[in-house]
Structure formats: structure tokens, C-alpha cells
């Protein structure tokens, strides 16, 4: 009889309970979807101001060293000989190297703010999966309730 009578104060526990947790992992998942964020905009800063800066100060000092082995070679440098072509070769890989450079940099900084939204979407179904068991727990001691009140002719 008692614990009948008690049920319900344990469903109204569970239910403060699993909205609490529900509120917890929604805040969890809430700053580890900031911190991808910002992880994902200091990547993308140092790319632009360390990487990106590095590798095309490298390019032009190769393709100086280049121009010079070139000049040094003795061979003629105009359009239309194989020196000028293989320096137009050259320019053109470099370009083409910091183009796929910069596409792969925008590429991992849109993964991680996807990732960084992923996780705040993970937030808000923690807050509604606790909210959704706290209902139901709600509804269970209510029920209990009136099950108990009824088999002590509480209830008509």
C-alpha cells in the first residue's frame, strides 16, 4: 500500500530529473558546438595569415631561383622559347597549387561550422528528448495519483 501511495513521488523526481539532464547535455553540446566554431575561424585566420602568406612567399622565391638557373643557363628568355614556357609552366603549378590551397582551406572551414550547427542541432533533441521524458514522467505520477486516490475511495 505505501509503496503505491509513494509511486508517484518518484515519477515527479524522474521527470525534474530527466529535464535537468536534458538541460545539461543541451548546454554541453551547445559550447562544444562554440568551440568548433572558433576552432573552425582561427583555422581559417591562420591559413590566411600564416599558410597562405608562407606559401606564396616560397612560390616567388622559387620561381626567382628559377628566372636565375634560367638566365644562368645562357639560353635565350623571350616568348616562344623553351625557357619562357617552362617559366609560364611554372607559374601556372604555382597558381594552380594555391588555388587547390584555398579551396581545401574554405572546404575544412565549411566542415566545421557544419559540424559546429551538427552539434547545436544535437543540443536542441538533448533538451527536447529531457523535456519529452519529463512530460511523460509528469503524466505517469498524475496517473498514479488517481489511480491511488481512487483505490482509496478518494476519487468517485
Known amino acids: 500500500g505505501k509503496s503505491l501511495f509513494m509511486s508517484f513521488i518518484g515519477n515527479f523526481a524522474a521527470a525534474r530529473s530527466a529535464k535537468a539532464i536534458g538541460k545539461f547535455n543541451s548546454d554541453l553540446y551547445y559550447q562544444q558546438s562554440q568551440l568548433a566554431k572558433k576552432k573552425a575561424d582561427i583555422n581559417l585566420k591562420t591559413y590566411n595569415e600564416v599558410t597562405r602568406p608562407l606559401f606564396v612567399k616560397n612560390a616567388k622565391k622559387q620561381y626567382s631561383q628559377f628566372k636565375v638557373a634560367a638566365y644562368n643557363s645562357g639560353a ?16 601556372i603549378n604555382q597558381a594552380t597549387d ?22 547545436q542541432a544535437k543540443g536542441v533533441g538533448e533538451r ?22 481512487q483505490k482509496f475511495g478518494m476519487i468517485g
Do not use: H
Request: hydrophobic share 40%; charged share 20%.
Open 76 to 91: 635565350e628568355f623571350r616568348e616562344g622559347t623553351s625557357p619562357y614556357l617552362a617559366a609560364l609552366e611554372f607559374n
Open 98 to 119: 594555391l588555388a587547390i590551397l584555398d579551396y581545401n582551406a574554405e572546404m575544412d572551414n565549411q566542415d566545421q561550422i557544419n559540424q559546429s550547427i551538427l552539434l
Open 128 to 149: 527536447f528528448k529531457g523535456d519529452l521524458t519529463a512530460r511523460t514522467e509528469t503524466m505517469r505520477a498524475f496517473g498514479s495519483l488517481l489511480s491511488t486516490g
